[in-house]
């Protein structure tokens, strides 16, 4: 199945429509949801390493992703430039993320996620309490957007490019990782941790390494995301951000790299243009999150290769593969 | 499910299709639709008020035959969520896709403020519903309005009436621990002990807050409790001080939030003879008033409150800015100078004006909850004419003070 | 010393309340595994259910009844309908029942619109209790009582009763429980639906005391989540105990350390669980 060059010219056609994207969709309403959906993809994606390649579900990620936010706001608030808020800014989520993984790997599973979504509840309640560090729940203005090499990010194309980059830089990091020895010792720790351990393997580090990974990136969406709304309050850091995230990974399918972008999709484009159209658009997406868990329990986009593959070879006469449905094929990996 | 064709067709023209849409020349002439984009909240903890401040747009555009100042209106309605990058994202598709001339809303302090260097930036005119006081006072934005009040506007009242007319020597104040809470608890302790009381006791629950008794249990003695709850919270926080014996031993006062008209149909016996601020009365009898009363009855079966209220004033404001600048009422900067000349004789809350930072002078009314043949009533006790964001306080003075927050000023005469 | 004494009777009066919240939760999350974020929107749905039933006039008690049978009914429909063809897997099963809250949430803002309800407390309930002096209302002392029997009532049926027992045996393996003639399917659906209609039962008991408004759902579901995860899973003494120590930390939390308020249930509950991750009454699950 898997045909390089399908391959090849399939990713040089998504990067085409990605990079003109701003040339044909029109209005700046339309490049400034591109770029929300890249800024969520990335945050999803950061999450999908630990939920889909560790099998560890944390639903604290908004913690992460506002603590950098928030980092890079005080320091531009206090009059600091992008130059040295960025970089102190992801150095705090990196700190961040150690205390969250030292805290959250005391256990696994249902353990895991409990730590997690305590350590994101307290993250948004010293967000919203402590209002002389954070001015509360009115949050902070970003007063500018940074100009990276002189180029001004204020207008939506030129925002949407700079996230577009960051985005395919995340992609292209995270698909190194996972194809690297490290990524297949940490799918070895979600399915065998026993054996992993036995064999000498040091679980608890590769746990720890991929949670400083998916936190970095977590902080990188942060940053993204303050300044394209260039405001920060702690809403953000909300469970309802965890809880968002989660559903992006698991809708358009943990453990494949483009499974949370589609999920991603879906979320941003529901909740911003839909509900233009359709007042009880909360309704449609609980519909359509059950849909693809009943057709498709895992996940959009392997789902839908399965049932494309499925479909391809009764049209084509021959019996359908017995595929099993838990894993995505290879080529989509 | 309400699927607006129009809407739909006009979203499919510009993501299907976008190539047609960015080459279709944009019509500028006078008898394309004057439109008013409304950010409200429509799902979620906060749709409450948000459905209101719908319903009072909706009733003042349908009293107008959807015509103001001889032009057709359209109101292109969007739900932000009630979060501040909700309110952002529907801001800018109402500025950039729908290019709306003016914008009513949002809800809650905490959108306004995640939108209002962004609407500057866009020259867009925006009427506010929200409260955050800083965006008529320090931070005055030129294209902002806010016919409503700002949230000390009204308890800023009831902590001199609290004084002066009630006689009450220490009081306790409690209220949601958000920015809308801080500001109308301060200013009503500041209103307050100017006046000769005295503030002992601050308690600030968290905006969730299951059980309110622990709060109330800390009350302790005193003459008098100010509440600043919003949303439901006051239905909640009402049957529990009635439920622990406080409700007819210590007397309840309540900011415009607290004792809203709409929200009487929600509450009970506990809210019998609690006192409330508020910028509009439904009992008010203006002609205006009578046809939106009348108006929200007969299309929802409601009482209206200060939410819907907030709509249909701004509603009249954008009227008369249309009749002012009649042909150049497109030029959205002349819009936002025009709004802030506006003065009304005539609305639901009464004669409404504003000072040279956009924020409303206008009546507040003391009223009392009264249960009459079965319903309750607000019963306007005392009417306070020519109310201003600053109260009786120099404005030079006022402004050169920080913003009202949870610690600001500070309570100097709190008990242990 | 009133206040002493208030908050210690409160705490009692909350636990009583989270424990009819979380006995469900226990039941389906601690017994079949299913992390069942709806849950918060069957408290939620009984409670709007309760609250139109008592509008119409009926008792008390036929109200919460008929509730409950209700979610009973929601509940096992949901279960043999959509859950079961998820068996065993955690995600599919989060993202089921979110965007079953999702729709839950919804549809009670279209039918019940966004404004609070608040039905009376019933007539015969409506009585004042003094405890040392102080007073306190009646109707919070019942839901105590009523928490009490359902917890003896859920002991009974699943330690000693045949029922119980094919309950146990299907939840500790499944494959061999059917092989002794064990219709485990059934069992499930039933378990499912004893949780569903537990919590909406626990939504009508809280109407009075909590109100029903957009949103009680997920303010409710963290509640369920921190008692059964504190207590333990699978363990109902544990979601008995860890009510009550819930409404004792609440209580006294919000009135002696009010600048912690936002992590008062959520620091300890962290500490716990790095202390001690399996819960303060659960197993070591190898």
Known sequence: MSRPNTQFFARILAIAVLVSLPLWIGNSYYINIASQILIWAVLALALNLLVGYAGLTSLGHAGLFGIAGYAAAMLLAAGHGHLLAVPLALVVALLASALFAILALRATGIGFLMITLAIGQILWGIAYRWASLTNGDNGISVSSRPAPFGLSLASAPAFYYATLAVFLLALASMSVFVRSPFGASLVGTRDQARRMTALGYNVWLIRFLAILFSGFWSGVAGLLFIYYNQFISPQVMALTTSAEALLMVISGGSGTLLGPIFGAAIVVVMKNVVSAYIERWNLVLGVIFILIISFMPEGLVPGSVRLWRVGWQAWRGKRPAAAGTGSAPEAWR | ?????????????????????????????????????????????????????????????????????????????????????????????????????????????????????????????????????????????????????????????????AAKDLNLKRVATISDDFAFGHEQISAFQRAYEDAGGKVVKKLWPPLVTPDYTPFIAQIGKVDGVFHGFAGSNPVKFMRSYADLGLKGKVPLLAGWTGMDDALLKSLGDEAVGVLSAAYYSATADTPSNRRFVAAMQKDYGVLPGGYSAGMYVAGQCVEAAMQELDSKADDRKALAEALHRVALTDTPRGAVKFDQYGNVVGEVFIRRCDKKDGQLVNTVIKTYQNVSQFWSYNEREFLANPVYTRDYPPAKNLEN | M?????????????????????????????????????????????????????????????????????????????????????????????????????????????????????????????????????????????????????????????????????????????????????????????????????????????????????????????????????????????????????????????????????????????????????????????
């Open chain 2, 1 to 161: 499910m309400t699927i607006k064709r129009r809407t739909v067709l006009a979203g499919m023209l510009a993501s299907g299709a976008g190539a047609v849409a960015v080459g279709m020349p944009v019509a500028r002439a006078q008898s394309a639709p004057f439109k008013i984009g409304l950010l409200t909240v429509k799902t979620g903890p906060l749709a409450q008020g948000g459905i209101q401040m719908e319903q009072g747009i909706a009733a003042f555009l349908k009293e107008k035959n959807n015509t103001l100042a001889g032009r057709k209106v359209e109101l292109l309605v969007a739900d932000t969520g009630g979060n501040p990058a909700g309110a952002k994202t529907k801001a800018q598709e109402v500025i950039e896709r729908d290019k709306v001339n003016v914008i009513l809303g949002p809800l809650a302090a905490f959108e306004l403020l995640a939108i209002t260097d962004y609407v500057r930036d866009n020259a867009t005119p925006l009427i506010s519903l929200a409260a955050a006081e800083d965006v008529t006072q320090r931070k005055a934005n030129p294209f902002v309005i806010r016919p409503s009040a700002t949230s000390g506007q009204c308890s800023h009242v009831m902590g001199d009436y």
């Open chain 3, 2 to 286: 009133s206040l002493w004494l208030t908050l210690a009777v409160n705490s009692i009066a909350l636990g009583g309340l989270l424990f009819l919240l979380s006995s469900g939760f226990s039941l389906i999350f601690g017994l079949m595994r299913i992390p069942n974020l709806m849950h918060g929107s069957f408290f939620m749905l009984g409670a709007y259910l309760g609250v139109t039933l008592l509008a119409r006039g009926l008792n008390f008690w036929v109200a919460a009844l008929l509730s409950t049978l209700a979610l009973a009914l929601i509940g096992g429909l949901i279960e043999r309908v959509l859950l079961r063809r998820l068996a065993g897997d955690p995600l599919p099963q989060v993202l089921l029942t979110l965007g079953g809250a999702f729709i839950v949430a919804d549809l009670c803002l279209m039918l019940w619109t966004g404004d609070p309800w608040q039905p009376g407390t019933p007539e015969h309930l409506r009585g004042v209790v003094e405890v040392g002096g102080l007073y306190f209302p009646l109707f919070r002392l019942v839901i105590v009582a009523v928490g009490l029997v359902v917890a003896i009532a859920l002991w009974l049926l699943v330690d000693w009763t045949r029922l119980g027992a094919k309950i146990r045996a299907g939840v500790d393996d499944a494959a061999i429980a059917r092989v002794v003639g064990i219709k485990v399917s059934q069992l499930f659906t039933l378990v499912f639906a004893l949780g569903a209609a537990l919590a909406g039962f626990g939504g009508v008991m809280g109407a009075p005391y909590l109100s029903v408004y957009p949103g009680l759902d997920f303010e409710m579901l963290p509640l369920a989540l921190i008692v059964v995860i504190l207590g333990g899973t699978g363990s109902l003494l544990g979601a008995l105990v860890g009510s009550f120590l819930i409404g004792f930390l609440y209580n006294f939390g919000q009135a002696l350390f009010p600048d912690l308020a936002y992590v008062i249930l959520f620091l300890p509950m962290l500490v716990i669980l790095v202390l001690r991750p399996q819960g303060l009454f659960g197993k070591v699950v190898p």
